[in-house]
Nanobody, 126 residues
């Protein structure tokens, strides 16, 4: 088991930047691959980015590639999502998620991640 708590969301103007964090507790953080997802009101939860256990591999959705960066600090049990050049369409509730097995380039489905945080709201104004 791992418990996840997101933080750092807020209101930002278009073109601005924001960093959201996800702190983990419970099982050894470094045994989990991590992902960030987002969900806008009335829409499905979508994959944003993922990172391997040792940070050697990262993946991004096409919609955020070149603007967002996922990173992790295993010593601090934390994963981050740095978001630059934000757009109004980035507005959503952002969730972090953890996967202990079977993670890879195809791990973009929410069902592949057993553990989830409660989400942090990111709102981008135009």
């Amino acid at each position: 088991q791992v418990q996840l708590v997101e933080s750092g969301g807020g209101l930002v103007q278009a073109g601005g930047s924001l960093r959201v964090s996800c702190a983990a507790s419970g099982r050894t953080f470094s045994s989990f691959a991590m992902g960030w997802f987002r969900q806008a009101p009335g829409k499905e939860r979508l994959y944003v980015a993922g990172i391997s256990r040792d940070s050697s591999t990262t993946y991004y959705a096409d919609s955020v590639k070149g603007r967002f960066t996922i990173s992790r600090d295993n010593a601090k049990n934390t994963v981050y999502l740095q978001m630059n050049s934000l757009k109004p369409e980035d507005t959503a509730l952002y969730y972090c998620a953890a996967a202990s097995t079977g993670w890879g380039p195809g791990s973009f489905m929410p069902t592949q991640y057993p553990y989830w945080g409660q989400g942090t709201q990111v709102t981008v104004s135009s």
